[in-house]
């Protein structure tokens, strides 16, 4: 290797165009093209290289004798250094110190790079520093060996010197020399190379491949000498492919566009080329290889639009172009010679202004020959219209070329009149015969190029303004001139295309004149024309003749509207015009579109007279159109708008036409309607369109809306455009002087417009034979009035009543459109109207019915809704639920599914769809995992034959589900038992199922896992969800047996008219097998009772257990410890129905016919009852009676004293009495958790705790024997409560730690998305609202500690998840149709919606639980033994208070005050509840809170105290001075509960204190002008032997709702 060095210049980069590359057959390598001139060392290595190379190859020989020898080389070195350092100065190409090692080290690698050179030129060594380059050179050279050699050696020899180059080889002259002749030898090569490859292959693919290839190539060297030198040779070798691949067309078009880029890329020097171009286009016979070589041109010309490179010969090509377009005869070949031209036009104006004159003469000739192709014609228009700037720039010949065209047109018109003429005489035979088609064809082609030539004027072509070269009379006469040729030749003949045509010019030349120039006479002119063409066109079809004298008709009214007269009124849409016919084509939408605007044009008029009589014409002619509808159908009445109608009475439509041209009619009124400040529109007309659409056309009418319901739509529909428009006459209905809407109306015309709206909305939508598509409209129409109304005026008329009504009843037709808006109107009203309460009602029954709807939307609409109904609303409709109105929805259903089981079996559930529904039931597995929701629906409609029955109520997952399993069920019985194998087999697989979930639910008490549920669990409310189907699996397989019994008992015993008959092979199988299936019952009936009571399924469990006890009587095993255990979950089951008389009835029942007496019995039905204390008591007792001493352990725990142990003592019977019987340890487990579940229930979490103590006491005491309980709730969450309740947050926290999926860490803090940790089972709808409630609590607690504030949307993520949860399980259970409401899920979602509102800021009126209408009404028994929602809507109501207090909300003092106003009505009817249910000491904790709230609030009311205890706080009332409407209220509740606790002494003295106090504070007023406080609680003031009433109510007063039997719904 030589080093090169040169110290005293600067180093400075080179930007060579192109690098040495290797020429073929050479021995020497270059390098690659390189384009970063900026990259110093990648040039020097260039450069070097370069200069090696030419090195070598100059001096040959020279260069091998120069290295014989070492010292000869040296010198040599020597030489070439000092003469490089003399002559490569701006080079500067240097080896730095210390390279002798890398030049040695590679040297071995040189053979390997000169290859890899060779092959890839890219290759360049790389320098390790940036001042440094390394020469490589030939592997030849005996001087690199022998250098490596020496460096092998490890000799330490200096290199020697490199040596002088000789001086007419300076570097400099070597790399311009050597640049240029590589880059042009590669060049030349690779583009020799693609020609000869073009002329040997054949195959058109492969020719179509190497033709790309080329023409990239061909790109690629733009402007480059090798393209010009090896022009001949592209171009021949691209003509030949032309002729040799003839006939395909892609690939010539290729070559042509190949040989485009070939002219483009030559530039400026192409004059050579369009030679040869335009030489071949004249010796080429073929006129397809003309339109390829033109198209080769046009390419040209198009790439060169943006340079123009073509300047030295343009001026040929537009020469020879001319000369072809005066030769040319072929369509084809003259639409690329115009292309070419007009390429020309827009690149050198100047030079195609000479041409301009003659092009248009040529072009225009083409344009009226009349043989030509409507595409050809078109394309020559457009080349016309494209010479814009050119028409303007040459205004006298363009001028004179009208002229010409409007003189021709006149010659040919005379013409063809004088040949339509009838008795026309030919010409003599010598001369040529004019043909009339002939003629005429000229005529229109004349008509069609003066059109063509106007447009291409553009804006110009006006009459009258700045710049403009035409004249106002020279429009005119082109108007006459064409109306009169056209009216003319229309008297003699009508031919369309001529028509057509004049319509076109017409149109185009109106369109100039400006609209204040227009002449009145030469607009009636137009108009009388057109109307003359639509009267000769009247008995033909519809042609594009009509629609363009429509579309004229519309132009000439917009022009001349103004100066419109009431003569040509008449005569455009009177009796004798034509314009009202054409509105029955109905058919054709554009001719009835273009009338529909030129009516609608006319009712624009300002000019009231005109326009009065415009609008007479249409209502005129309505009310002749409405009297024939009404008329056909034997209607006797007839409808009056106008007394004098200016329309034909005497004409004939049949009742299509009458139809039509009513809705045709009324839609045109839509523009005067919508008009908001039109004062002619809503003042002029009589009768006005307010008045005509609701007063004179009856829209309530049952045979218009029967027979003809677009009319009645079209009705309403204008008529809700017109209110719309206007708001709704919202602000001109309203009078907030007066309480009756519409009494003091604004403005007297539009005063009682809403009221009508509302009744006629009302009418309609009760009409039964209303379409879907009105109910639509009027719905909509509801929910913008709704959504609009503010005022307590609208809100609380009457009609608004009578709307809820009917919106109600429209929502049961069930078409998914309707049915939405009729949720999204029905949720305004429910916003609006709170206070209605009948109306709540009703409108939860519908929620609860169809809120498992099949559609999503409509589900999610009865979601909300539902829970924004308050839960006691939602409680009392449950009761409504199983009624037996014939109108209620649930009959409906009802009815639905009682059909299914009567009917004959049809056998179309298919065997596999009968394992996909088991194999969903057992395994949770789902047939396919595409539109898994609609799974079920399909199958449904798969095995329906009668599809015109098909009932609609079945988009509804609970009709569907009872289907799939009845049929199931069916399916398994006619099969004899032997749809799953043998009938064993069956019986083993159905009972697998529930062992799996007894399973379960013993893991589930053993152990304290918790799931975390993730939020795609609970995504959606539908069956897509998983925790969805978790907990519908087990309530199927329930429902499953449940009809797998009553359909085998009609097998072998046989039903009446209940369930139809089986087949006879199958009654005898079952008959035969009547013990074993009764013995496999009576096997599963337990498990049932445990799975259907975890699933909050209570009458199921109530039947079952009947079923058992029975079974258990007759087979006499009633001794056994197993029907105690079916004794227990039946009564469990009885007092979640809160049925108390069913349970004595059983306890009577065990005691005459079993002969088994069950102590706890009667503590039972005091608990279904809501008599918690006294149920508690009573269970005391019974555990005191077995294990004596239990009441005074008790009570040491719970109060601290024995107080309570002589009230129990003195209630125990003597009967009951029995110490030597212990009771077993299941029941003493089911006594211990009745009674935490009855604290719970009143919210007495300390209570739980105490009583968790005391049983702990109780089992520690070994005198005592005690057997060990389990109980089923968590104390520490317990405990959580009660700290909760004392504001203790931290030690709130410190007890959920302890609580299993209480803790906020694995759904924030682990995954961060709202994940829910849920303790128990997942089908379990107790444990899943219990864990919701854990959660809930933690959130709350993570807030009242005030952490940080990005803690606060992880909370709301979880509180989502816990509503989405709750809102699950609420449908689950809702689907079944149960005869109990899930209430405290869904309190639980009102709880969760209300916090979140308090989290996110939202309106105060969102923040509340419940309304104020449901607080006052909660003492009603609104809720079903309410006292448990009540105490649960008071400590979420402390919760609030508490979350309030703690928070950062900019109105948290009035917040608070308001929330603590509610919070004491709330506990004031808790209490109420409480007393009434005889929970005495609770309902006195309550009234105690109470007056230590007041105190707190009032100092004035300081004086209350409560010290003692046993009621005698309540006492203190009667030292009251300061008497307000709470304390009056607080009192009397005082009063009441003291008469109950039998203090009838102390209640008449509060009563007293009460009554005297307020007294004399009404005397002392010195105002009697201003309200006494107690005038909101005067309207009736009681006696003062009032509270002395002797009415006890009986403790099952309030709980005797008249349960039916536990198998009635379960009877055949």
């Not at 219209?385 to 004179?400: C, G, Q, R």
């Not at 005529?443 to 059109?451: G, R």
């Not at 035409?470 to 001529?498: A, K, M, N, P």
Request: net charge negative; proline share 4%; hydrophobic share 40%.
């Amino acid at each position: 290797m030589t080093s090169l060095s040169n110290s005293s210049h600067t180093p400075r980069p080179l930007t060579p165009t192109r690098a040495l590359a290797k020429s073929p057959g050479s021995s020497d390598y270059g390098v690659a093209t390189f384009q970063n001139a900026e990259d110093g060392s990648k040039t020097r290595d260039v450069l070097i290289t370069a200069v090696h190379n030419r090195v070598s190859r100059e001096l040959g020989d020279s260069v091998s004798s120069c290295n014989d020898t070492a010292d000869q080389t040296d010198a040599s070195r020597r030489e070439s250094c000092d003469q490089m350092n003399d002559d490569w100065s701006p080079c500067d190409l240097r080896l730095g110190a210390g390279d002798d090692d890398y030049v040695d080290d590679q040297a071995d690698m040189t053979t390997s790079t000169a290859s890899r050179a060779v092959s890839n030129p890219a290759v360049l060594t790389k320098p390790s520093r940036s001042s440094t380059v390394r020469v490589q050179r030939t592997p030849t050279t005996a001087a690199v060996s022998t250098t490596s050699r020496r460096a092998r050696g490890g000799l330490g020899r200096r290199s020697p010197p490199p040596r002088r180059l000789p001086a007419n080889l300076s570097p400099r002259f070597l790399i311009q020399r050597g640049i240029a002749a590589e880059t042009q030898h590669s060049e030349e090569a690779q583009l020799s190379a693609q020609i000869r490859r073009l002329s040997r292959e054949e195959d058109v693919d492969r020719v179509t491949s190497s033709l790309k290839q080329l023409m990239a190539l061909i790109t690629e060297l733009k402007y480059s000498q090798t393209v010009v030198s090896h022009t001949d040779s592209v171009l021949s070798c691209l003509h030949e492919l032309i002729h040799n691949h003839r006939s395909s067309r892609e690939l010539t078009a290729e070559v042509a566009v190949c040989l485009g880029k070939v002219g483009f890329v030559l530039g400026y020097d192409s004059y050579k080329y369009f030679n040869w171009l335009f030489n071949k286009l004249s010796s080429t016979d073929g006129d397809d290889i003309k339109v390829l070589l033109l198209t080769a041109l046009k390419t040209a010309l198009k790439e060169d639009s943006v340079n123009c490179c073509f300047g030295k010969s343009v001026n040929m090509i537009m020469k020879s172009l001319q000369h072809v377009l005066d030769h040319v005869d072929d369509p084809g070949l003259l639409q690329v010679t115009v292309e070419c031209i007009l390429l020309i036009a827009q690149s050198y104006p100047d030079i195609f202004t000479d041409h301009f004159r003659d092009t248009v003469d040529i072009l225009v000739g083409w344009h009226i020959d009349d043989s030509q192709s409507a595409v050809l014609i078109s394309s020559v228009s457009n080349a016309l219209i494209y010479l814009h700037p050119y028409w303007l720039d040459d205004l006298d010949f363009s001028l004179t070329l009208l002229i010409q065209f409007l003189e021709d047109i006149e010659a040919y018109t005379e013409d063809v009149v004088n040949l339509a003429q009838p008795g026309h005489q030919s010409a003599s035979a010598s001369d040529a015969p004019v043909r009339l088609s002939a003629c005429l064809d000229k005529l229109v082609a004349l008509i069609q190029v003066l059109t063509t030539v106007i447009r291409a004027f553009g804006e110009k072509f006006r009459a009258g303004e700045d710049g403009s070269p035409l004249t106002l009379d020279f429009i005119y006469r082109v108007v006459e001139q064409l109306v009169q040729g056209g009216r003319s030749v229309l008297c003699v003949l009508s031919d369309d295309l001529f028509l057509t045509a004049v319509n076109e010019c017409l149109k185009l030349v109106i369109s100039a004149i400006n609209q204040s120039h227009t002449s009145a006479d030469i607009s009636e002119e137009i108009i009388d024309f057109t109307l003359s063409q639509l009267q000769a066109a009247a008995h033909t079809p519809v042609t594009t003749h009509v629609v363009s004298t429509l579309n004229l008709l519309l132009q000439v009214l917009r022009h001349c509207l103004p100066s419109l007269s009431c003569e040509m009124v008449t005569v455009i849409i009177g009796g004798v015009s034509p314009l009202p016919r054409l509105r029955l084509h109905s058919t054709h939408t554009e001719v009835l579109g273009l009338v529909l605007n030129i009516y609608q044009l006319l009712l624009t008029l300002t000019d009231v007279p005109l326009l009065d009589l415009v609008y007479r014409y249409i209502i005129g002619d309505c009310e002749l159109a409405c009297n024939l509808l009404l008329e056909y159908w034997g209607v006797n009445e007839r409808c009056c708008i106008l007394a004098d109608n200016p329309c034909v009475k005497d004409v004939k439509m049949t009742v299509e036409e009458a139809e039509a041209a009513f809705v045709f009619d009324i839609t045109a009124l839509t523009v005067v309607g919508n008009s908001k400040n039109s004062i002619i529109g809503l003042w002029a007309l009589n009768p006005s369109i307010f008045h005509l659409l609701t007063c004179k056309l009856r829209v309530v009418h049952d045979q218009l809306s029967t027979h003809h319901p677009v009319c009645q739509y079209t009705v309403l529909y204008v008529l809700y455009s017109h209110c719309h428009s206007h708001n709704h006459f919202m602000s001109t209905s309203v009078s907030p002087q007066r309480q009756s809407v519409m009494d003091q109306p604004i403005t007297p015309s539009t005063s009682g417009h809403l009221l009508a709206i509302l009744h006629m909305l009302s009418a309609v939508l009760n009409q039964s034979n209303t379409s879907i598509n009105t109910r639509c409209l009027c719905v909509l129409w509801l929910c913008e009035i709704l959504e609009m109304s503010h005022n307590e005026q609208i809100l609380n008329c009457s009609a608004i009543s009578n709307i809820s009504q009917c919106l109600y009843n429209t929502f049961c037709v069930l078409d998914n459109k309707l049915s939405l808006l009729c949720l999204r109107c029905l949720h305004t009203l429910v916003k609006c109207r709170p206070d209605d309460l009948n109306f709540l009602h009703r409108l939860a029954v519908l929620c609860v019915v169809y809120v498992n709807c099949v559609d999503d939307s409509i589900q999610s609409a009865l979601v909300k809704i539902l829970t924004s109904l308050p839960v006691s609303v939602c409680v009392r409709a449950a009761a409504q639920l199983h009624t037996e109105d014939v109108d209620s929805p649930v009959t409906g259903l009802q009815t639905v599914c009682h059909t299914d089981m009567v009917k004959t079996p049809l056998h179309t559930l298919h065997t596999h769809n009968y394992k996909q529904i088991l194999a969903f039931i057992m395994q949770g597995h789902v047939a396919g995992e595409v539109n898994v929701e609609e799974w079920l629906v399909r199958m449904y409609d798969d095995c329906q034959r009668n599809v015109c029955k098909v009932v609609k109520h079945y988009r509804h997952y609970g009709l569907l589900w009872f289907w799939a399993v009845w049929e199931s069920a069916q399916l398994t019985v006619s099969s004899r038992l032997r749809s799953l194998g043998r009938p064993q087999e069956t019986f083993t697989f159905i009972e697998s199922g529930l062992r799996a979930y007894i399973y379960e639910l013993r893991q589930c008490h053993s152990d304290d896992n918790a799931y975390l549920l993730l939020p795609e669990d609970v995504s959606t409310l539908t069956f897509t969800s998983k925790l969805y189907r978790d907990q519908l699996r087990p309530v199927l397989l329930v429902t499953f047996i449940d009809n797998l019994d009553k359909l085998m008992y009609n097998a072998y015993e046989g039903c009446a008219t209940a369930l139809p008959s089986p087949q006879k092979n199958v009654k005898m199988f079952f008959r035969t097998n009547r013990s074993t299936c009764l013995e496999w019952l009576r096997r599963v009936r337990l498990p049932i009772m445990s799975i259907a009571l975890c699933c909050a399924l209570p009458e199921v469990t109530v039947r079952h257990g009947f079923e058992l006890i029975s079974d258990m009587r007759d087979s006499n095993s009633t001794e056994s410890g197993e029907f105690e255990t079916v004794v227990r979950l039946t009564v469990t089951a009885l007092v979640q129905l809160c049925v108390p008389d069913v349970i004595r009835g059983l306890d009577v029942w065990c005691c005459d016919v079993i002969g088994r007496q069950f102590d706890w019995l009667n503590a039972a039905a005091l608990q279904a009852s809501g008599c918690f204390e006294q149920a508690s008591k009573a269970y005391l007792r019974i555990l005191d009676t077995h294990y004596p001493g239990t009441i005074a352990i008790v009570n040491k725990t719970m109060s601290g004293d024995d107080s309570v142990n002589g009230d129990l003592e003195q209630g125990l019977s003597k009967q009951t009495k029995n110490q030597g019987a212990l009771l077993d340890t299941a029941t003493i487990g089911f006594i211990t958790n009745q009674i935490v579940d009855m604290y719970s229930s009143m919210c007495c979490w300390s209570e739980v705790d105490k009583w968790n103590t005391a049983i702990e006491n109780l089992m520690s005491d070994k005198m005592l024997g005690f057997p060990n309980v389990t109980m089923t709730t968590d104390i520490n969450y317990m405990k959580a409560l009660t700290h909760f309740d004392e504001g203790e947050f931290d030690l709130v926290r410190e007890k959920l730690d302890l609580v299993a999926g209480a803790t906020l860490s694995p759904g924030v803090s682990q995954q961060g998305t709202g994940a829910l940790c849920v303790s128990g089972l997942l089908w379990h709808p107790q444990h899943l609202l219990d864990s919701c409630r854990k959660q809930t609590l933690t959130a709350v607690t993570s807030l009242c500690q005030q952490e940080s504030d990005n803690r606060v949307e992880c909370v709301a993520d979880v509180v989502r998840q816990c509503c989405r949860v709750s809102t699950i399980s609420s449908l689950v259970m809702m689907s079944q149709h149960s005869t109990t409401l899930p209430e405290q899920h869904l309190f639980n979602i009102q709880s969760c919606q209300t916090l979140l509102n308090i989290l996110t800021d939202k309106p105060q009126s969102e923040m509340w639980l419940l309304p104020d209408s449901v607080i006052d009404g909660m003492e009603d028994g609104c809720c079903h033994g309410n006292i448990t929602l009540t105490l649960r809507a008071l400590w979420d109501s402390d919760c609030q208070l508490k979350l309030i207090n703690q928070s950062n909300l900019s109105s948290k003092c009035q917040l608070s005050a308001e929330l603590r106003t509610r919070n004491l009505k709330i506990r004031l009817r808790a209490a109420r509840l409480l007393r009434k249910s005889q929970n005495l000491n609770q309902s006195q904790k309550l009234l105690l809170d109470h007056v230590s709230v007041l105190c707190q609030s009032d100092p004035a009311l300081s004086d209350i105290t409560a010290k003692s205890t046993n009621g005698q706080h309540l006492l203190m009332m009667k030292n009251v001075s300061v008497v307000t409407s709470d304390v009056l209220q607080l009192g009397r509740e005082c009063v009441k509960n003291l008469y109950a606790l039998q203090r009838h002494r102390e209640a008449a003295d509060v009563l007293s204190s009460l009554i005297v106090n307020s007294c004399s504070l009404t005397l002392d007023r010195p105002n009697s002008d201003t309200p006494t406080p107690t005038h909101p609680y005067t309207p009736h003031t009681p006696t003062p032997t009032h509270p002395y009433t002797p009415h006890t109510p009986t403790p099952t007063h309030p709980y005797t709702p008249h349960t039916p039997t536990p198998t009635h719904p379960y009877t055949p």
